[in-house]
């Protein structure tokens, strides 16, 4: 589904409730040292919207990812989620005020059952704490019994409802991307990102993905962000993307407005020999992977 | 789909339902312990006898420690500190308690009577002690990984253990006990010499109370969002974060938790040998209860108790090689490690197995 | 002035010795990432060889013996102990190369446990003296007096022993090919096996140095306190300590473990000197030593990890 209305920057209306902003950046920078991971970063993204962070290897994607959910303490700038400060707060306080994530190289709980990576992260909803749940008291028993119920229910949306036994770790790998999805799901979070779900898919997984993410908005009520690499399923589902490399935004706007960005092409591609062919047009390509410069796949040690 | 809050109120049991499950155990418990006081302790004769009362403690120490090893997966070298404390707490209070109180220095009072009170006071006291410095070692825990963590927690076993030893010495003459309080008293556990004479209230009844007290609890918080918290910081601590597990209170509450029954089994120790001495709770115990834990399966309930179980019964099988029961000991460890780390349950119980899970369904009536 | 003076030779003496063993537990960690626990148990063996072979070669008797003596069962010792540290690291440690770090340190738990009693078992469980009565060392006299200080042969040797073993160390480490590897390895083992580096020669020989060096801290324990049994804890708290010293300098560091040990050595002699003498009387605080390390360890670890002299390191998220 593209976005419907195109405009050179800022966001479209969208499926997406405009009047609502689920999740706002201000102005985030982070250094390491001396090197600048992430320069003055800004994203708006409103409630329901279904946004995409691009960029080439290394670019800073996931650092920013690990800057909004609390992984770094930003440098300058700020974060709100539905109003509320969160930047410098705990990973886990801020997966309480209702933003999840996956992970680009996929962290579950490999020696639990499948249901048990669910059912821990359902736990951040709950109310019991150790005196409770040593005395099995009314309380603890019923969250207890709420969380298998809803653990099972968001297995069977996530189409893995029959492995829900097995160890996390055996799993085949598209399985454990969706298990990712489950788990974050599990902590009911109002804003959700989405650290590469569809690398190293095939075809047919990744249009199964696709209409899964789309699916989960309506299902969830959740804003998503998402970061891929995949150019084809980004201009498709994305109603707006921002484009960063070496840390800096260097476009913004509507998947249209983003394909014909000269900066952006130059950032993939780099800058055309006048000899070679021309790059072709955005429009005659057809939608396949990204038009990288021979990148790996960003599996490896640099950050994507 | 609907939230988790939004589904409790219908799942909610009744009050008296949810009572009788959650006393029950604790009934049987009881129970239980009694029945291997009272009918099996008699008729195993004395050396079984006090074999059964160590296995208990055992399981006690090791099944504590399996909280912070084997559930949250921080690897703790201090727990003979715990102990320490409790034990020592638990001897300061009955032993300078008992003159103050009942003017005598052995035991006083039949079952349940004023004397054994005091002692299960004691024992708690003890724990709770020990769950104070349970926090105390928990605090570093919060920024240490691994190796480091294994090292501070024995330097703290250390440092309690050279607390100890710089006390002043015990009085023993009832007269001299007399003139002073409890709290000046509090000063004088032995320092490096024993504190000795410790009533010995000790019994299989309270043992295995506490043992299978803690083994409920450990069962309770394993099946629990609290303990699936816990092992998932041991999985995967950033992910446990990020998906709103406090890894840090649950550390540190892992580590209270295990300590303070960690200082029980400490209590029931002291009241068991009479003699407390600071050089016989280093490190040294401290390697001895991680070897249960270790072999038996870090994490598994069912692989502690089987672990106890093997590793005070089989030097008493084998007195012989009474002298060779710590090389061999080495020795399994390193092989353990080599060849099936998880040692013999993993982090799986005995029900989890397949063998067991055939059984079952055998019994149901359904096909395997 | 003596007395400072006095103080200060023992600092140094106290400083090497531990530097000495320092050195076993920060090279095997900036190879393999893992903390040694069975190098105080090596180190307890040099002690009981040492004695064993002095013994054998009929060397203490009450007058001592010739200084060629001395050097013959430091050299032999030191052989011994280094087969041993390779033996371990072949049987034990090197099946577990790729295992996760938590279980090498239990399998080194379990080391250090066959060491301790099988020790036990060799030499027997009554502690021995090898220090100034039954002398290695034969005259312990002044090498000068002045004032009121006399600088004993003793505390000369082992100051003198263990800055030529690290000055050696340092340049094996820094100039010589087979140290070049060793850096090579600590940096990055897949990357320095691609480049052709002998992996399993650089760790056998980091063990062997490690477990050398060991050796030579345990006869200067040894001759400094008299020699306890292999299970005894004094070992161990040896070891812990000269551990804090190489955590303290930056664990995976040779200058760091040096720099540490002689801050160890700093708090734990000097500093507790002079603090016994400002509380006088009180007789708890004389035996505070242990924990002033220990309360360091901890320190360094929570604020500072990566040691005075060593570079900190970041888990990619």
Known sequence: MTAAGTSDAGQTAGTSDAGQIALDAQRLSLAFGGLKAVSDFSLALPAGGLYGLIGPNGAGKTTVFNLLTGVYRPDTGHVELGGERIDGKKPSHIARAGMARTFQNIRLFGELSVIDNIRTAAGVRTRSGLFRTLLRTPLHLAEERAITERSLELLEVLKIAHRREEQAKSLPYGDQRRLEIARALATEPRVLLLDEPVAGMNTQEKREMRGLIQSLRGQFGVAILLIEHDMGLVMEICEHITVIDHGVTIARGAPKAIQDDPAVIEAYLGVPDDAADPVPAPDAAPRTEAPEAAGPSSDGPGEA | ?368 | MSELLQTTINTLAVGGLYALIALGYTLVYGILRFINFAHSDVVAWGGWLAFTVAGAAGWLAEDGAPVFAVVLVVIATMGLCAAIGVTIERLAYRPLRSAPRLNVLITAIGVSLFLQNVGLKLFGNRPRSISAGTALIRNNEPIAAFADVRILRFDVLPIVLSVALLIGLQWLVYRTRMGRGMRAVAFDERVASLMGVNVNRVVTLTFGLGSALAAVGGILFALRVDLQQTAEAAWVVLGLKAFVAAVVGGIGNVRGAAAGALLIAFVEVFVHTYIVKAFPGRLWIAQLQDIYVFGILILVLLFRPSGLLGKSSVEKV
Not at chain 2, 90 to 98: K, P, Q, R, S, V
Not at chain 2, 156 to 171: S, Y
Not at chain 2, 216 to 239: D, P, Q, T, W
Not at chain 2, 343 to 363: A, C, H, K, N, Y
Request: aromatic share 10%; hydrophobic share 50%.
């Open chain 2, 1 to 368: 789909m609907k939230s988790l809050q939004e589904r409790v109120a219908a799942l909610r049991p009744s009050l008296p339902a949810a009572l009788g499950r959650s006393a029950l155990p604790f009934l049987i418990a009881i129970g239980l312990a009694y029945l291997i006081d009272a009918a099996i302790g008699p008729a195993i004769g004395a050396t079984w006898r006090k074999i059964l009362l160590d296995v208990g403690i055992a399981i006690l120490l090791a099944g504590s420690l399996n909280i912070v090893n084997g559930y949250a997966g921080q690897f703790s070298l201090g727990h003979a500190g715990f102990m320490l404390v409790g034990g020592y707490t638990a001897a300061w209070l009955t032993f300078y308690g008992g003159i103050h109180w009942f003017g005598v220095k052995g035991t006083y009072g039949g079952f349940l009577g004023a004397g054994q009170l005091l002692f299960l006071g004691s024992c708690v006291l003890g724990g709770l002690v020990a769950a104070g410095f349970g926090a105390l070692v928990g605090l570093p825990s919060l920024r240490l990984r691994g190796d480091y963590l294994a090292i501070v927690t024995l330097g703290f076993g250390e440092i309690l253990n050279r607390l100890v030893q710089i006390t002043d010495r015990q009085p023993k003459r009832v007269e001299d006990v007399q003139g002073r309080s409890l709290f000046e008293l509090a000063n004088n556990l032995g320092g490096a010499e024993s504190f000795s004479q410790i009533p010995g209230y000790t019994t299989l009844f309270f043992v295995y109370v506490f043992a299978f007290v803690l083994l409920v609890f450990a069962y309770r918080l394993k099946y629990s969002s609290r303990g699936r918290g816990l092992l998932a910081v041991r999985e995967n601590e950033i992910a446990a974060e990020a998906m709103g597990v406090d890894t840090t209170r649950a550390k540190v509450v892992a580590f209270v938790f295990s300590a303070f029954w960690g200082g029980v089994g400490g209590a029931l120790y002291a009241h068991q040998i009479s003699t407390l001495s600071p050089g016989e709770l280093s490190f040294q115990k401290s390697i001895d209860i991680v070897l249960i834990v270790v072999i038996g399966g870090m994490g598994s309930i069912t692989g502690v108790v089987l672990g106890a179980a093997i590793l005070v019964i089989l030097p008493e099988l084998a007195r012989e090689f009474a002298d060779y029961r710590m090389i061999v000991y080495a020795l399994a460890l390193v092989v353990v490690m080599i060849l099936r780390p998880q040692g013999i349950m993993g982090v799986r119980e005995l029900w989890d197995t397949s063998p067991w899970r055939r059984l079952v369904q055998r019994l149901r009536g359904g096909q395997p």
